[in-house]
């Protein structure tokens, strides 16, 4: 990429706005060459729109045959859900602003929508139009997030090497094979509602037995969030991290051989797996 890189974002909700803020707010590389003038919103929202103008700076357009022919970005991120990214994608096919001659010419395209492929959303762009796809999860809105990379058939790998150090810069990205996209979905993608869940499900517990809720609600995050910087921060891995705190005989080890005995594992597996099963249900609709 050039030392000036323009984006559009196709879709200014949640996800689309904590992406270009997280992008100006970071000064990692490659992130921290791009200013408020290299970007494009779009959103049919007004109300969106100047609020994202207001508070980011940057320029907003209501559809995307709103950017001007000539005003061709370098990058195009598609940030809407996947139910209508189809129809947004048939307009971009059309519009001069995302042509190129030849895939060393066109924009990067890069999808953040759950379950549909690479191959299905490169056949409705530009023809050989370079495309990255990017499974992120919630935890990216505080810069804290969990990105899996894969390429389509016509990004190089610097592209999606790019798109990985991007993503990069709001938390942790991998490039994985687009095989594993599902898993990643799975663990990742849907997993801050797993351990926002188990923050519930403690906080409920310790209330039961007296705490105050939100005392115990307050012990129960501090814990998740302690717990995986120790992981992370240490020489410690999850089992090694779970074996340091069961003394023999103790508290903790009496708690999770009752939590095993009740299908612990069992869950864990068959959730992963139910959405896993969803993502594939998704991406054939």
């Known amino acids: 990429m050039s030392a000036r890189t323009t984006f559009v974002i196709v879709g200014g909700g949640k996800m689309g706005e904590a992406i270009l803020s997280g992008w100006l707010a970071s000064d990692a590389t490659p992130a921290d060459t791009i200013e408020a003038a290299d970007i494009v919103a ?7 729109r100047a609020y994202l103008e207001e508070s ?20 195009v991120v598609l940030a ?39 191959e299905r959303i490169a056949a ?8 990255v796809r990017v499974m992120p999860n919630m935890p990216l809105m505080v810069g804290a997030g969990a990105s899996g990379v ?38 990742s993608g849907s997993g801050p509602a797993y351990v926002a869940a188990l ?16 005392l115990a609600e307050v012990l129960a995050l501090q814990t998740v969030l ?19 705190v069961c003394s023999p005989g103790g508290t903790t080890l009496a708690a999770l051989d009752a939590m095993n005995e009740q299908g612990f594992s069992q869950v864990i597996d068959a959730g992963v797996a139910a959405a896993i099963r969803r993502s594939k249900e998704l991406a054939a609709m």
């Open 80 to 118: 809407v859900k996947p139910q209508v990214m189809m129809g947004v994608l048939e307009s971009i096919a059309q519009l001069p602003a995302f042509q190129g001659a030849g895939a060393a010419d066109a924009p990067l395209f890069v999808s953040i929508a759950a379950g549909l492929t690479t």
């Open 150 to 187: 894969c390429g389509g058939a016509h990004a190089t790998p610097e592209q999606v090497q790019y798109v990985a150090d991007l993503f990069g810069c709001l938390g942790r990205a991998v490039v994985v094979d687009e095989s594993n996209m599902d898993a990643v979905c799975a663990v």
């Open 124 to 131: 409705a762009l530009p023809q050989d139009a370079p495309l």
């Open 42 to 48: 779009v959103d049919p929202t007004p109300e969106r």
């Open 199 to 214: 923050v519930e499900h403690l906080r409920d517990a310790g209330a039961a037995q007296g705490l105050d809720p939100d």
């Open 226 to 244: 302690g717990t995986a910087r120790l992981i992370d921060e240490t020489s410690l891995t999850p089992q090694t991290a779970r074996e340091a």
């Open 56 to 75: 980011h700076g940057i320029a907003c357009v209501a559809d995307v045959a709103d950017i001007a022919a000539d005003a061709k970005p370098d990058v």
